[in-house]
């Protein structure tokens, strides 16, 4: 399927607070921004029988700059993780002794 090029329309809309919510989560989890993730529900529902259905699949493929962006977060999550990896606690007097620092 090939995309055109097409200039965004920025536009105010409201959504309950469990429905931004949930598609701030989904789009997360997928590796885009909330309108890409509406976006992609909307090219969903542009074929006539998943609107009969009403049922979408996810995860939907990624676009490689998503999935650029997405192994990009996680390299630098690691990076920090290692920089500031903390000593674990094994019994409780440890852990104690932890949260004394």
Known sequence: ???????????EFNLSST???QAKAQADELGLTVSEYVSLL???DKN??????????????LSK????RYDREIK?????EKKNAQKGAV?????????DK
Not at 1 to 11: L, R, S
Not at 65 to 68: G, K, M, R, S
Not at 76 to 80: A, P
Not at 91 to 99: H, R, S
């Open 42 to 44: 909307v090219d969903e």
């Open 1 to 11: 399927m090939k995309q055109t090029k097409q200039a965004d329309i920025q536009q």
């Open 48 to 61: 006539p029988a998943r609107r009969r259905k009403k049922v979408l699949t996810f995860p939907a493929p």
């Open 91 to 99: 019994t409780v007097e440890e852990f104690m002794k932890l949260l």
């Open 76 to 80: 630098e999550f690691e990076k920090q």
């Open 19 to 21: 429905t931004w919510l």
């Open 65 to 68: 700059e998503a999935e650029n």
